[in-house]
């Protein structure tokens, strides 16, 4: 019988972010190959609650530990800022007695393949037993980079992943010029990082396809491949008009992630305003677990503005939704939320940034906006003309349906798996 097991730096499960879907989207796909392959997941738990919440398609489940407050401090010290080795994320997930439960673990399974949820766990790559394959997500080395230019609009540069610093550390890490040092010293060490990694796995994944091939040409990898999120929209909603709130823009994503809270915030400062101006029955739904007090705070700021922070259903909330709203400031790898509002039928307005990686046809099914005027006017334009948004509507779920079905995104894990 096949054995796969997932080395996770947070659990991949329930569906409550982008990444906990993809890793999902994983294990499934590998079960349906492989029906009797049995899935060992060894994972850093992000919250207690969820672990109820394990999947049946994984077998076994080993929590793992995080190093304490002395080993973080000194691999930050020693490997991050004196060795110039290890990017902070690495130094603050990696612990000596884990790698060595890891290391028994695999011995005991003999898993075939040995998947790595991003660079973070990268450091527990052990020599011998199975293929191994890591999944960068995207690069995060371009992603902080391209943060620099957006500073006042980032509530926090670390987002969730601050509470795994050390508190000394944290507490010095919120001063914003830090931050900003930070950033830049986190992306050089990542850049490298990145790179240096990829030597150590048969197999490289990105969301992106174009990311992907992009990072293959640096690294010279024989085996660097994009399997995007698999959205299998559905066929009954491509035959009549669907109904939705024509008041109603949301946007979706952790509200926790630099990326995202940075979004809203110039969203309601710079756009939001503008389109109230012009449409006062407007209504801006800010959908996503985390919210972080600025996130909060523009509910007071500006009229209309609606957090609803977690839900239970995040399909329920936006498919109603006139538009979704993604004027992304930064980011790297393809959008899933873009490419799920679309499979939903709910048209995007968007950014080359929030577009990068999916390259639908603009005006036909989304919309990408060069300027905020831009996104004001498309905006307007889906609120008002019920035919042009009918219109975008089916474009997207057939763009969908071609590009990112699960036939489609299957393809490069089977690739992997042969």
Same mark, same amino acid.
């Given at each position: 019988?096949?054995?796969?097991?997932?080395?996770?730096?947070?659990?991949?499960?329930?569906?409550?972010?982008?990444?906990?879907?993809?890793?999902?989207?994983?294990? /499934?796909?590998?079960?349906?190959?492989?029906?009797?392959?049995?899935?060992?997941?060894?994972?850093?738990?992000?919250?207690?609650? /969820?672990?109820?919440?394990?999947?049946?398609?994984?077998?076994?489940?080993?929590?793992?530990?995080? $190093?304490?407050? =002395?080993?973080?401090?000194?691999?930050?010290?020693?490997?991050?800022?004196?060795?110039?080795?290890?990017?902070?994320?690495?130094?603050?997930?990696?612990?000596?007695?884990?790698?060595?439960?890891?290391?028994?673990?695999?011995?005991?399974?003999?898993?075939?393949?040995?998947?790595?949820?991003?660079?973070?766990?990268?450091?527990?790559?052990?020599?011998?037993?199975?293929?191994?394959? %890591?999944?960068?997500?995207?690069?995060?080395?371009?992603?902080?980079?391209?943060?620099?230019?957006? *500073?006042?609009?980032?509530?926090?540069?670390?987002?969730?992943?601050?509470?795994?610093?050390?508190?000394?550390?944290?507490?010095?890490?919120?001063?914003?010029?830090?931050?900003?040092?930070?950033?830049?010293?986190?992306?050089?060490?990542?850049?490298?990082?990145?790179?240096? =990694?990829?030597?150590? *796995?048969?197999?490289?994944? *990105?969301?992106?396809?174009?990311?992907?091939?992009?990072?293959?040409?640096?690294?010279?990898?024989?085996?660097?491949?994009?399997?995007?999120?698999?959205?299998?929209?559905?066929?009954?909603?491509?035959?009549?008009?669907?109904?939705?709130?024509?008041?109603?823009?949301?946007?979706?994503?952790?509200?926790?992630?630099?990326?995202?809270?940075?979004?809203?915030?110039?969203?309601?400062?710079?756009?939001?305003?503008?389109?109230?101006?012009? =449409?006062?029955?407007?209504?801006?739904?800010?959908?996503?677990?985390?919210?972080? =007090?600025?996130?909060?705070?523009?509910?007071?700021?500006? $009229?209309?503005?609606?957090?609803?922070?977690?839900?239970?259903?995040?399909?329920?909330?936006?498919?109603?939704?006139?538009?979704?709203?993604?004027? %992304?400031?930064?980011?790297?790898?393809?959008?899933?939320?873009?490419?799920?509002?679309?499979?939903?039928?709910?048209?995007?307005?968007?950014?080359?940034?929030?577009?990068?990686?999916?390259?639908?046809?603009?005006?036909?099914?989304?919309?990408?906006?060069?300027?905020?005027?831009?996104?004001?006017?498309?905006?307007?334009?889906?609120?008002?003309?019920?035919?042009?948004?009918?219109?975008?509507?089916?474009?997207?779920?057939?763009?969908?349906?071609?590009? *990112?079905?699960?036939?489609?995104?299957?393809?490069?894990?089977?690739?992997?798996?042969?």
């Amino acid at each position: 019988m096949k054995k796969m097991m997932f080395i996770t730096n947070r659990l991949p499960f329930p569906n409550t972010d982008g990444r906990k879907n993809l890793l999902q989207q994983y294990i /499934y796909q590998i079960k349906d190959i492989y029906p009797e392959c049995e899935i060992v997941n060894l994972s850093f738990v992000d919250d207690n609650k /969820y672990l109820k919440d394990k999947p049946d398609a994984i077998s076994r489940l080993v929590c793992l530990q995080l $190093p304490g407050m =002395a080993e973080k401090l000194f691999n930050v010290l020693v490997y991050s800022l004196l060795m110039r080795r290890w990017p902070l994320q690495v130094s603050v997930y990696y612990s000596r007695r884990t790698h060595r439960l890891i290391k028994e673990m695999i011995k005991e399974e003999q898993p075939e393949f040995i998947f790595y949820d991003m660079v973070r766990v990268a450091e527990y790559v052990t020599d011998g037993i199975g293929q191994k394959v %890591l999944s960068y997500d995207d690069l995060l080395s371009l992603r902080y980079e391209r943060q620099l230019q957006w *500073f006042q609009y980032i509530p926090s540069v670390f987002g969730g992943f601050s509470d795994k610093l050390p508190s000394g550390v944290k507490r010095f890490a919120n001063l914003k010029f830090i931050q900003k040092w930070l950033v830049a010293f986190e992306s050089k060490l990542l850049h490298k990082y990145e790179k240096h =990694a990829a030597q150590n *796995f048969q197999h490289l994944i *990105f969301t992106s396809p174009k990311e992907a091939e992009t990072f293959r040409q640096i690294v010279s990898h024989r085996s660097c491949l994009g399997i995007p999120m698999r959205f299998d929209p559905d066929r009954k909603m491509t035959g009549n008009p669907r109904s939705y709130d024509r008041n109603k823009i949301v946007f979706v994503g952790k509200m926790d992630i630099p990326h995202n809270s940075s979004a809203v915030v110039y969203f309601c400062e710079k756009i939001w305003p503008r389109i109230k101006q012009q =449409a006062p029955k407007a209504k801006f739904h800010i959908v996503g677990k985390n919210p972080t =007090a600025e996130v909060l705070r523009l509910q007071q700021a500006y $009229p209309d503005i609606i957090v609803t922070g977690e839900v239970d259903n995040v399909k329920r909330v936006v498919s109603d939704a006139a538009l979704m709203i993604a004027p %992304l400031l930064f980011g790297t790898g393809i959008k899933t939320k873009i490419v799920e509002a679309m499979s939903w039928g709910v048209p995007v307005v968007t950014n080359p940034i929030g577009s990068e990686g999916i390259n639908a046809i603009n005006h036909e099914d989304l919309f990408v906006c060069e300027t905020d005027e831009e996104m004001v006017q498309n905006v307007l334009l889906l609120l008002d003309n019920d035919e042009i948004n009918e219109k975008v509507s089916r474009n997207s779920i057939r763009y969908v349906t071609h590009h *990112f079905s699960s036939s489609v995104t299957r393809k490069n894990l089977e690739l992997i798996l042969s």
